[in-house]
């Protein structure tokens, strides 16, 4: 209920930013569908080919489009000299209103071919010019089948824009990508509904305009504009700027996460900061925004810079690690601040029962094993370096692997889908429900301790880094995964929010 009614206290200024990104992004596609639709309906090559494009593109699952726009805005910034955000609005603004092509080209271009020719033979026996005859007599003529079109894209883009929270633009997709990992089904529901609810609105308002356009009455059209209009300004208020600098902490998608952006978040409020958060980033996603200072702050893992960012696959020292990664970042612009005092490792697990009796107990005992078991990742483990290693060092081959988000990864392997998962070691869930961590002694898997990064905007701000130098070894692995259990649990579960306060009454003694 606490992580339901922390959701709520943010959801207006979810819905606001959902509506103008989805606003923006139909706004977008009508602009450049209609000259499109025209062109396409007097050269039937053309059509063919918009057309085509218009449906492949609907043939890529949105998450991957929305993805796909991160390494080109990337490269393209790299290629004019910086300035062009990779993170955030503009690759959700691109992709959805990519979505949004195919319903209004296709109702455009097939409104104008099924006017009866006579209507055109009539508009060309008076003399109407080209442009005359699209304003006066095709334009009305097309205007219901096309609004029909801008209606279905209107539906699917504010559908489609809740995906956007994995590139790092807030939207009602925050609340449902939460509700997800830490299973709160009142929020997830709480999400939808609200996503639900603005696509069912603001169709009302396309069919009260499309019903004015039908019977000619201009008096409704313009009074839909009218509300449609003043939602969007209303939407727009939370953005105008704030009388406090705004700090934006990034998060991966998962408990831990969550956690640890709102003890950050908690410090820099007290300190006069006003704050928001970028969650459910993917690793690659979250380092380049730091980098970048889409993120001001965030916790990484060294295991994770090291083998991903640095594409090191040596493991030496967990302090000669540090020291290299430190030296790295720092060439980039970053400040990385210091250890929290906890370490975060992938760790192979299996249920306790299983393990004794297939007499497991190392990744060496696995090998033979594995072809008849079936290994459960987290959503990133399978394409990560830290598996390449592992299947190097330990010839592996399950029976199959499959990935989960990591809160449904542990209900594999609880219910038998699973027999083996990629845990991690500050997960309470581990001692919970008696697993057995497999061990590594060949070394494989590097160490994970969790760092905290400053980005380069702030990182040589005193006054800023002195906000969240206390932090620095002040986490036991422990503590950090009793405030993960917190959430994590099937029963008596609490917020992310009141888990981190928990975490920071016992780590500073308040």
């Known amino acids: 209920m606490s992580d339901f009614l922390e959701a709520l206290s943010r959801a207006p200024d979810l819905l606001a930013q959902h509506l103008l990104l989805a606003m923006a992004a139909l706004v977008l596609g009508i602009v450049l569908s209609l000259p499109l639709a025209v062109w396409s309906a007097r050269v039937p090559a053309v059509g063919r080919v918009a057309l085509g494009f218009a449906s492949l593109i609907q043939t890529i699952p949105s998450l991957a489009l929305l993805a796909l726009f991160y390494p080109l805005l990337l490269s393209l910034s790299t290629l004019v000299g910086g300035g062009i955000p990779a993170l955030g609005f503009l690759p959700s603004l691109l992709a959805l209103t990519l979505y949004a092509l195919l319903p209004i080209l296709r109702n455009g271009v097939t409104g104008l071919a099924g006017i009866d020719p006579a209507v055109i033979e009539a508009a060309d026996g008076v003399g109407m010019t080209a442009r005359q005859k699209l304003r006066l007599v095709e334009a009305p003529l097309v205007a219901p089948v096309l609004m029909a079109g801008i209606r279905t894209a209107a539906v699917w883009t504010i559908g489609a824009a809740t995906l956007s929270t994995t590139v790092g633009q807030p939207s009602l997709g925050d609340m449902i990508f939460a509700g997800l990992q830490t299973q709160n089904w009142a929020l997830v529901l709480a999400g939808c509904f609200a996503a639900a609810g603005l696509a069912l609105a603001v169709d009302a308002l396309l069919g009260v305009i499309e019903h004015g356009i039908a019977r000619r009455k201009r008096g409704r059209v313009w009074v839909a504009l009218g509300v449609l209009a003043a939602g969007i300004l209303v939407a727009l208020a939370p953005m105008l700027p704030a009388s406090k600098p705004t700090i934006t902490i990034g998060a991966k998608g998962f408990s831990e996460q969550y956690i640890l952006a709102r003890v950050i978040g908690h410090r820099l409020e007290a300190a006069g900061y006003r704050v928001r958060y970028k969650e459910g980033l993917g690793s690659g ?80 005992d696995l090998v033979a094993k594995a072809p008849d078991l079936r290994f459960g990742a987290d959503l990133e483990f399978l394409e990560r370096p830290e598996w390449k290693a592992v299947r190097a060092a330990y010839p592996l081959r399950f029976g199959s692997a499959n990935a989960y988000n990591p809160t449904f990864m542990y209900r594999a392997l609880e219910s038998g889908q699973a027999d083996v998962i990629s845990a991690f070691s500050s997960d309470g869930r581990i001692a919970a429900d008696k697993l057995t961590v497999l061990s590594d002694p060949r070394g494989a898997i590097p160490n994970y301790d969790a760092i905290l990064t400053i980005a380069p905007r702030l990182a040589r701000d005193r006054r800023f880094v002195a906000a969240l130098k206390p932090l620095i070894g002040k986490v036991p692995v422990e503590a950090m995964r009793e405030a993960n259990y917190m959430v994590d649990r099937d029963t008596g579960k609490v917020s992310p929010d009141v888990a981190a306060r928990w975490l920071e009454r016992l780590i500073f003694r308040k």
């Open 285 to 364: 996603v979250m380092f380049a925004a730091l980098t970048s200072s889409d993120v001001d702050v965030a916790v990484d893992y060294t295991g994770t810079i090291w083998t991903n960012e640095m594409k090191r696959t040596d493991t030496p020292s967990r302090d000669a690690m540090l020291a290299a990664i430190t030296q790295w970042e720092g060439k980039q612009g970053l400040n990385l601040l210091g250890r929290l005092g906890f370490e975060n490792a992938y760790a192979f697990a299996m249920r306790g029962d299983r393990a004794r009796a297939l007499g497991l107990t190392s990744l060496d």
